[in-house]
Antibody
Framework: QVQLVQSGAEVKKPGASVKVSCKAS????????VHWVRQAPGQRPEWMGW????????KYSQEFQGRVTMAGDASASTAYMELSSLRSEDMAVYYC?????????????WGQGTMVTVSS | EIVLTQSPGTLSLSPGERATLSCRAS???????LAWYQQKPGPPPRLLIY???SRATGIPDRFSGSGSGTDFTLTISRLEPEDFAVYYC?????????FGQGTKLEIK
């Protein structure tokens, strides 16, 4: 079945960078763009952007422009999201998600989430 | 950016009752690209409804979505114990994709 499995929890100091991976299985990786969504404790989800490994296109939310890099490695069926210049407000669970062909853009498959803690 | 406002913030109901959750957009949501998700503590959000009114795979028919333009509704016809959770609406017709602040459905 279609599945996204993310890398483990991270603890980083303010100003550092974090890189989260998302390994896909059960489908052709380059068929769907991989989106990244984060959710701070008790807050609504926040969309960060997407990367399409099939055509190399990427789009970022203005909120993260300049600090985030998203990429995909089709040979490894893995997507990556790197966020730099971390601050305490970046402490959240980071999810990768895709919309398969049947849901017209809504996220029907999610990774399990990666907790990123930012603390000195 | 399209701002989504959900109401009420908290809804207290009993199993077997009907739940009506609202999502209002600050601008018209193109092509009714509006989704509803359910989230319980721990797991990621679970897609319930997409395209404003289409149920996702495996979602029971007690969940239904309606609306268009700027006003959307999620209805749960008869609440089951497992339905008590937080519900978010999301628009995905315009970038950035945005989520509402959520409605917490709690047991009365």
């Amino acid at each position: 079945q279609v599945q996204l499995v993310q890398s483990g929890a991270e603890v980083k100091k303010p100003g550092a960078s974090v890189k989260v991976s998302c390994k896909a299985s059960g489908y052709t990786f380059s068929s769907y763009a991989v989106h990244w969504v984060r959710q701070a404790p008790g807050q609504r989800p926040e969309w960060m952007g997407w990367n399409n490994a099939g055509n190399g296109n990427t789009k970022y939310s203005q909120e993260f422009q300049g600090r985030v890099t998203m990429a995909g490695d089709a040979s490894a069926s893995t997507a990556y999201m790197e966020l730099s210049s971390l601050r305490s407000e970046d402490m959240a669970v980071y999810y990768c998600a895709i919309s398969t062909a049947s849901t017209l853009g809504a996220f029907d498959i999610w990774g399990q989430g990666t907790m990123v803690t930012v603390s000195s | 950016e399209i701002v989504l406002t959900q109401s009420p913030g908290t809804l207290s109901l009993s199993p077997g009752e009907r739940a009506t959750l609202s999502c209002r957009a600050s601008q018209s949501v193109s092509s009714n690209y509006l989704a509803w998700y359910q989230q319980k503590p721990g797991p990621p959000p679970r897609l319930l409804i997409y395209g404003a009114s289409s149920r996702a795979t495996g979602i029971p028919d007690r969940f239904s979505g309606s609306g268009s333009g700027t006003d959307f509704t999620l209805t749960i016809s008869r609440l089951e114990p497992e339905d008590f959770a937080v519900y978010y609406c999301q628009q995905y017709g315009r970038s950035p994709r945005t989520f509402g602040q959520g409605t917490k459905l709690e047991i009365k």
